[in-house]
């Protein structure tokens, strides 16, 4: 059996607001919807937009999912 | 011909990560007769130690020869690997820590466990159990393939049933250590992988643009 200690069961205590997760709804907007970032410009260090862009949201992403997980602990 | 570098960096490294599998029995020890402990190192390995084995399983010949082969061959779009990665975070940050918190407190070691227990059924379970272990088998072909290519690129001949020799005894050594030490075994050996994976990124990342003459190219 457990030794007492199951986060995320029902019963802990100061249940977080479920709005929390909707922070983890842009990462899959940003990343899927390809027609928005399937362009060449605006390059970076002679990068295409289409490259970079993505390399960003995986950042971005785990930062959003870093600030979603102290908010719902 | 041979490339007498790259064979002998590759024999060292995998001498090392031989021993490091055998070796590995003897790390947050325990008792191997218990399935969990086998299967899950008893649940005792920290943040850090999962980073590197979940790294290590994710980021690996796929991410190395596939993924890149792929995009070589059918272009942009398979880059949706990226944004694959970049999805699979969120959702199972939502669902992962509901199931493991049911899990340990039932004692379930796999999901095929965790099946039979939620719905009661034998028989769904075992169809669980079936589908996991079939489906992993083209990821585990994959890394095979892999890792021909790698010795067919040190220059050892790969041609007929003496060149399948090398990977034979390679799949052999592996299925014998991870047989000893369960999980302790690809832990530990993720931990050299990642930061030598780090080091390959890092360094290619950097020379063969220098070599090519810069990303817009």
Known sequence: MANGFTPGDPGHKRKAHWAWYLLLLPSFVA????????????TWAGVPFFYWYQFLWV????????????ATK | MLNWTALIVFILLFGFITWLGFAAVRWRKGDLDLLHEWGLAGGRFGTVVTWFLLGGDLYT???FIAVPALVFGAGAIGFFALPYTIVVYPIVFVVFPRLYSVCKQNGYVTAADFVRGRYDSHWLAL??????????????????VGLQVVIGAMGIPTGGALGDLPLVIAF??????TYTSGLRAPASIAIVKDILIYATIIVAVIVIPIQLGGYGK
């Open chain 2, 127 to 144: 169809a669980i159990a079936l589908t996991g272990l079939v489906a992993t088998m083209p990821y585990i072909a994959l890394q095979l």
């Open chain 2, 61 to 63: 010949a796929y991410t």
């Open chain 2, 172 to 177: 052999v050594i592996l299925a014998a250590f």
């Open chain 1, 59 to 70: 950042f971005i992403s785990a930062a959003l999912t870093l600030v979603v997980y102290y």
């Open chain 1, 31 to 42: 990343v899927l919807w390809v027609p928005f970032f399937n362009s060449i410009e605006p």
